[in-house]
């Protein structure tokens, strides 16, 4: 299947510069900024730098090197932010919606990393 990537997607306007955002990190592949609509205390989307349009585009198309970046990316982020189950942190949870049954919004991969407050259960 070919994936179709929308270049004027807003993650694509934030990774071109064209409009800002709050960058928690960012790596040689990846960026990190918070939700302009936090639904948590800690409320970070991730992305690729890499014209993705969804998670299984991404883990099929994207280098070994990018899908290492992202997911090391991830794990920073949750060590600098004190969120590791175990560590003092109380736990977080990641959330990539995907296509039309995933209600994704934006057109480029991304992952919601959320923490800070009790998650409740996975889906109400
Ligand atoms: P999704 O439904 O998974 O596609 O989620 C897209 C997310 O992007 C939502 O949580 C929005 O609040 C967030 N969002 C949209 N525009 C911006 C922006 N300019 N900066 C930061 N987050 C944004």
């Known amino acids: 299947m070919a994936y179709a990537y929308d270049d ?10 064209e409009i800002p955002n709050d960058t928690v990190m960012e790596t040689e592949h990846t960026l990190a900024f918070n939700d302009i609509g936090p ?9 690729p730098k890499g014209q993705y349009v969804n998670y299984d585009h991404f883990a099929l198309d994207a280098s070994d090197a990018e899908i290492a970046d992202f997911t090391r990316t991830i794990g920073a982020i949750c060590r600098e932010a004190g969120i ?10 990641l959330i990539a919606n995907s296509g039309e049954a995933g209600v994704q919004e934006v057109p480029h991969m991304h992952v ?6 009790p998650l409740g259960r996975m889906l109400q």
């Open 112 to 117: 919601h990393l959320l923490a800070g407050r």
């Open 84 to 93: 590791q189950p175990g560590e003092g942190g109380g736990g977080y949870r």
């Open 8 to 17: 004027q997607n807003i993650f694509a306007k934030i990774l071109r510069g």
């Open 39 to 47: 639904k948590a205390p800690v409320h970070v989307l991730v992305i």
